[in-house]
């Protein structure tokens, strides 16, 4: 139970080894199985609740746990642990997406907290190796924020627009300069606005500070016109 929940740790996660490529296809399972029977979830309103129940819990317990871990251990600071970055501030969103089935939120958690979830799956800013709760604790609510808004896709039938992408970009500019200020306010990093993070990330690729900024802004419009090409698609068929 210590070794579970020690602060301190001697071995460093490594991405790319056993119980990465296992918490991806993890993920990949969890999709294809909720895509396959999304017909049978839609149509049981005992088997949806239990899907919603299952995301919500995925995308809260841990964040409780985290914060009660922060306080029992002494790590709670607010340069590092206010929960300001994309990901956290989707999982937010997500959580209140399920609860309110709000479209304008559906249209945010699909393309923000998809491509950032996704990235951070694929190249993990993460410290702590399997089986310490961080590890657990990170891959859960990142799989939640994926798995929430195409819960809303595939079985409420929620559809993005074009009209979202314009919403996900000044959406993720307005938390830029809010996020922004509060980095600059406590000297803190939140969102990677201020400097790269320190483990192997997709930002080593583009450029020095600040011009990662902009090739961001770049590849997030790519990336979420692309995750929009499947619906564009059946619009047309």
């Not at 918490?23 to 199985?33: G, N």
């Not at 410290?127 to 924020?145: E, L, Q, S, T």
């Not at 929430?148 to 996900?168: C, D, F, N, Q, V």
Request: proline residues 6%; aromatic residues 16%.
């Amino acid at each position: 139970m210590n070794s579970f929940f020690a602060p301190n740790i001697k071995d460093y996660f490594v991405p790319y080894t056993a119980p990465h490529f296992i918490i991806i296809a993890i993920l990949v399972i969890l999709a294809i199985f909720m895509y396959r029977f999304k017909s049978i979830i839609r149509n049981n309103s005992t088997i949806r609740k239990i899907v919603i129940s299952a995301l919500l819990l995925g995308l809260i317990l841990p964040e409780v746990i985290l914060y009660v871990w922060y306080a029992v251990e002494g790590l709670w600071d607010v340069k590092y642990t206010l929960p300001l970055e994309l990901c956290s501030i989707s999982q937010l969103l997500a959580i209140f997406m399920l609860l309110t089935r709000s479209r304008l939120l559906y249209q945010i958690v699909f393309f923000a907290g998809i491509g950032g979830a996704l990235q951070a799956m694929l190249t993990p800013d993460l410290d702590y190796p399997f089986p310490h709760f961080r590890f657990f604790h990170f891959f859960i609510v990142h799989i939640a924020i994926i798995l929430a808004p195409l819960y809303m896709t595939w079985i409420e039938k929620y559809r993005p627009t074009w009209k979202s992408i314009g919403i996900t970009m000044i959406f993720l500019n307005i938390l830029l300069v809010i996020v922004g200020s509060v980095d600059y306010w406590l000297k803190s990093n939140y969102m990677f606005l201020r400097h790269k993070p320190e483990a192997a990330s997709i930002l080593n690729l583009l450029g020095p500070y600040p011009y990662y900024l902009a090739a961001e802004e770049l590849i997030a419009l790519i990336i979420f016109s692309i995750m929009y090409l499947p619906f564009l698609r059946s619009k047309k068929s």
